[in-house]
Nanobody
Framework: VQLQASGGGLVQAGGSLRLSCVAS???????MAWYRQAPGKQRELVAG???????NYADSVKGRFTISRDNAENTVYLQMNSLKPEDTAVYYC?????????WGQGTQVTVSS
């Protein structure tokens, strides 16, 4: 599975961005997720969504970020609102196609104060 992430950019604190991740094949039945990695830090889970639509979020983004999926378009989204400087990171899309995991190339999100 190839994953193409887009939508990153530079935004002021309090602003919004919407990330998209398009898969090269059907994502139906797969767990999809967004991770992020800030400079000098480990990669962390931001949000995940199961095939049935159940979601989970890191505590740091609850209430601000929303993950969604469009199985017909093989696309996963991450709507990010009320962005903070600490959200600055490279954001990666991930697909779990048991027993393998796949990663996209990442998209940079920079939030200025």
């Amino acid at each position: 599975v190839q994953l193409q992430a887009s939508g990153g950019g530079l935004v002021q604190a309090g602003g919004s961005l919407r990330l998209s991740c398009v898969a090269s094949e059907s994502i139906l039945g797969h767990v999809m997720a967004w991770y992020r990695q800030a400079p000098g830090k480990q990669r962390e889970l931001v949000a995940g969504i199961l095939s049935g639509g159940d979601t989970n979020y890191a505590d740091s983004v609850k209430g601000r970020f929303t993950i969604s999926r469009d199985n017909a378009e093989n696309t996963v989204y991450l709507q990010m609102n009320s962005l903070k400087p600490e959200d600055t990171a490279v954001y990666y899309c991930s697909a779990l196609v048991a027993p393998y995991g796949y990663w996209g190339q990442g998209t940079q999100v920079t939030v200025s104060s």
